[in-house]
């Protein structure tokens, strides 16, 4: 588990917003659950086939974990740990974002800087 950075999937809409408010509050599940839902980079192939498996429009974030001061690892259902934030971050600690493609098989191309 590399805790320099996490990465956030979200939709381009959900991000062109964060991007007008410099800060990002969470998608919908987010705000459900009570805290922003972060994946580590051994995390994203699965996160992106269980979450968002045929969807399109989506954003992946790169964000500078060593500025989220109160990023959380905590335990799930499966037993992995998972990066959890209990307050919205700012934009700022954003390193990139890239637009995901979808494949015609419906799974996502992560960018192979990241694999």
Not at 37 to 58: R, V, Y
Not at 95 to 113: F, R
Request: glycine content about 4%; some cysteine; proline content about 3%.
């Amino acid at each position: 588990m590399d805790f320099k950075y996490v990465y956030k999937i979200c939709t381009n809409e959900e991000w062109e917003e964060a991007k007008k408010k410099r800060k990002y509050e969470g998608s919908k599940k987010d705000k459900e659950d009570g805290f922003i839902h972060f994946s580590d980079k051994e995390q994203l192939k699965e996160t992106f086939k269980k979450f968002f498996f045929k969807q399109k429009n989506l954003t992946l974030l790169k964000i500078d974990a060593l500025k989220l001061k109160n990023l959380i690892y905590e335990q799930v259902s499966d037993g992995n740990m998972f990066p959890h934030l209990y307050e919205p971050f700012e934009i700022s600690t954003v390193i990139a974002e890239y637009k995901i493609d979808l494949s015609e098989n419906g799974s996502h191309n992560i960018p192979i800087e990241i694999n």
